[in-house]
């Protein structure tokens, strides 16, 4: 796998190699329906660690991430032709989920916007589907949210997969093998859960990058 990286001001790219011992496994993902808690996940399926998500390796999907310096993620999106999946995870408490709530604050973040959202059923509950406007022109969202034990995930699907569930394609079988990894400690609800690089990719950036030349944040693709 390969991060490529923009650097600020010269617009070139510059790449950080992963070995196999980034992954989780190395075989080929067998996906069934997830998001998982980590203590419930599959075994054998080739993902890549961020932390608080693990990411199933599956072909012809990007991973984007969004890191500070300190090299900890602030996006992640996921991208396979026109379409794309904008991933978050977020603490949750141990007697319910919080996405009906979460849900319903969108919808009225979208109505204050002047965005109307309706509300469909999905493979996962009740999901939400808005056009907003863009510098780029008319945009289609739909909000999927799964709850887990202490944990929720937020996906935001963009392209023909937010108006056809069915052209999700890969990256629907991304969102079924996703890996939560919630940890034991004790977080606010609502708080996102850390997301990290691998490893590998932020020894090899500092290696490779004098101190003091590191942008605020960097743009990687897996």
């Known amino acids: 796998m390969i991060f490529s990286r923009k650097r600020a001001g010269d617009g070139r790219d510059e790449q950080v190699v992963l070995d196999e011992n980034e992954l989780d496994a190395v075989t080929p993902p067998t996906l069934t329906r997830g998001p998982y808690d980590i203590s419930e996940a599959p075994a054998g399926v080739a993902r890549l660690d961020l932390g608080s998500l693990h990411i199933p390796a599956v072909p012809e ?3 984007r ?3 500070d310096q300190q090299g900890v993620i602030q996006q992640v999106v996921l ?7 904008q991933l978050g995870v977020f603490a949750a408490p141990r007697s319910e989920g919080i996405w009906d709530e979460v849900r319903e604050e969108i919808r009225q973040s979208l109505l204050g916007d002047g965005v ?3 509300e469909v059923e999905g493979e996962y509950g009740i999901e939400l589907r808005a056009q907003i406007r863009t510098d780029d022109g008319p945009t289609d969202l739909r909000f999927v949210g799964v709850d887990g034990p202490r944990w929720m995930v937020r996906g935001v699907f963009q392209g023909a997969a937010a108006v056809d569930p069915a052209a999700a394609g890969p990256l629907a079988e991304c969102l079924y093998g996703l890996v939560v990894d919630r940890g034991q400690e004790a977080k606010p609800v609502r708080e996102p859960l850390p997301l990290r690089l691998p490893r590998e990719a932020g020894e090899q950036e500092d290696a490779a990058t004098p101190d003091g030349d590191r942008p605020a944040a960097q743009s990687r693709q897996v």
Request: glycine content about 6%; hydrophobic content about 60%.
């Open 79 to 85: 991208v396979h032709g026109a379409n794309a999946l």
């Open 116 to 118: 109307a959202a309706e």
């Open 65 to 67: 991430v969004q890191a």
């Open 61 to 63: 999907v990007e991973v």
